[in-house]
């Protein structure tokens, strides 16, 4: 059964600060993985999302990477600013298991101004 | 391109009731997806269609729950009766094609649902 933790559960930071999320699954055989973003009381919005064959993909301020042997994937935010407080999941579309996404819990950011 | 629309935002209903959510996917997706999002969790899929065929249903509890996708466009999911662990959110998303593994996910807002 594909597992996803994510570390740390909750992160505050000044504004302006470099920070990185981490998500890790236990089963490496996985199609892609996605990150998303949400907001209170809303749906999740697709951030990156990264294919098995890719090491990393960009977008502005983000930087997602894979490492597929170690079952990790780290989310890079640049500059951080008061309106990327959220919260963040990460989510593993395996080869197995259904070919389903699984969740990871989500890291609760809060950038202070 | 509008997004995936999901009605009612929230719903307030007592234990052993029934309640029922409505999804519009976006236009010409083919998958549709509802998941359960309890608070403090990530979400979990329920049930998955292709066009108006169910691919997975592993995790639903059938006992309670059913979902239709009718014409392969809009589809319900319903709750007969409800159950107190069943107050969370439930989100519906879609994604486009048949080939649809490397395609993202599209959310919906999701709709609010306690059981008192």
């Known amino acids: 059964k594909q597992e996803v933790t994510q570390i740390p559960a909750a992160l505050s930071v000044p504004e302006g600060e470099n920070l990185v999320l981490n998500c890790s699954f236990t089963?490496?055989?996985?199609?892609?993985l996605q990150w998303f973003r949400q907001d209170p009381g809303k749906g999740l919005t697709s951030l990156l999302l990264?294919?098995?064959?890719?090491r990393e993909q960009t977008s502005g301020r983000l930087n997602a990477s894979l490492d597929k042997s170690s079952g990790r994937s780290t989310l890079y935010i640049a500059a951080s600013q008061p309106g990327d407080s959220a919260t963040y999941l990460c989510?593993?579309?395996?080869?197995?298991?259904?070919?389903?996404?699984?969740f990871g819990p989500g890291t609760r950011l809060s950038v202070l101004p | 391109e509008a997004g995936v629309a999901q009605s009612p935002r929230y719903k307030i209903i007592e234990k052993r009731q029934s309640v029922a959510f409505w999804c519009n996917p976006i236009?010409?997706?083919?998958?549709l997806y509802w998941y359960q999002q309890i608070l403090g969790q990530g979400p979990k899929l329920l049930i998955q269609?292709?066009?108006?065929?169910?691919?997975?249903d592993s995790q639903l509890p059938k006992d309670r729950f059913s979902a239709e996708r009718l014409k392969g466009v809009d589809s319900t999911l319903k709750i007969q009766p409800a159950k107190l662990e069943d107050s969370a959110v439930y989100l519906c998303?879609?994604?486009?094609?048949?080939?649809?593994?490397?395609?993202?996910?599209?959310f919906g807002d999701g709709t609010r649902l306690s059981i008192l």
């Open positions: 989510a593993v579309r395996s080869d197995n298991y259904g070919q389903n996404f699984v």
């Open positions: 998303a879609s994604s486009l094609g048949t080939g649809t593994l490397g395609q993202p996910q599209h």
């Open positions: 269609f292709q066009n108006n065929g169910v691919v997975d």
């Open positions: 089963d490496s055989a996985i199609y892609n």
């Open positions: 236009s010409g997706h083919a998958t």
């Open positions: 990264i294919q098995s064959s890719q």
